[in-house]
């Protein structure tokens, strides 16, 4: 099933949006596997995920390639003694980094699991 998320930011609800270029109003699709009940159309739900995935998915998104930067930087500059060098070798350590999780999205897609709560 994919579900069609309208995020927007609180801006985007104010009276003085159109006067503000800060709103923020975005369209959003998610795949759900396992779905238990059959849903229409146009009928709204809940999603849910669990906080304990929230914190896997801020750690690979997040905290795993800040952890790599920082080494790669630190290593690349004691060892070649340049900081420009360093710093394209650290920011460049990031590109296999996202094709390898790229390359993985299907193992990811079963680790991170969206589910359905029906509005009542």
Avoid: W
Avoid at 45 to 74: C, D, N, R
């Amino acid at each position: 099933m994919i579900v069609n998320i309208i995020n927007q930011s609180a801006c985007s609800s104010c009276h003085a949006n159109s006067a503000c270029s800060v709103s923020d109003f975005q369209d959003k699709e998610i795949e759900i596997s396992n779905v238990r009940k059959n849903y229409s159309q146009g009928q709204e739900v809940t999603i849910v995920f669990k906080e304990s995935q929230g914190f896997t998915a801020l750690f690979y998104g997040y905290i795993l390639p800040f952890v790599l930067v920082l080494f790669t930087l630190i290593i690349a500059v004691s060892f070649f003694n340049n900081e420009l060098i360093g710093g394209l070798l650290a920011l460049g350590i990031l590109i296999p980094y996202y094709i390898t999780l790229y390359f993985f999205r299907h193992l990811l897609k079963n680790i991170f699991k969206f589910e359905v709560e029906e509005n009542y």
